[in-house]
């Protein structure tokens, strides 16, 4: 299993971004796919998550801010990241959980400063 998640960069408060995590070595659209950040000094947290369904979930902190959607034929998932505040900056991972286990992307850095 394998997750790539690119995308990331510098952004002015109030930019945009969109991340992407591409997915290999699962049966991509039974699996529930996930995004967590991790901002230096601070614990990972979770941010937003879709199921196979394409139920969403988000974090409090992005709600409204932040959608995750996915594509069950190119094996993607991706963050649109609106209203971004020095807050959001993070380096952010996907995840999932396949065969038990959680797997998870190499991780993306997003900056959000003046």
């Known amino acids: 299993v394998q997750l790539q998640a690119f995308g990331g960069g510098l952004v002015q408060p109030g930019g945009f971004l969109r991340l992407s995590c591409s997915a290999s070595?699962?049966?991509?659209?039974?699996?529930?796919m996930n995004w967590y950040r991790q901002a230096p000094g601070k614990e990972r947290e979770l941010v937003a998550t879709?199921?196979?369904?394409?139920?969403?979930d988000y974090a409090d902190s992005v709600k409204g801010r932040f959608t995750l959607s996915r594509d069950n034929v190119r094996h993607m998932a991706y963050l649109q990241m609106n209203s971004l505040s020095p807050e959001d900056t993070a380096v952010y991972y996907c995840?999932?959980?396949?065969?038990?286990?959680?797997?998870w992307g190499q991780g993306t850095l997003v900056t959000v400063s003046s």
């Open positions: 995840n999932t959980m396949a065969r038990g286990l959680n797997f």
């Open positions: 070595g699962i049966n991509f659209r039974i699996h529930q």
């Open positions: 879709i199921t196979s369904g394409h139920n969403t």
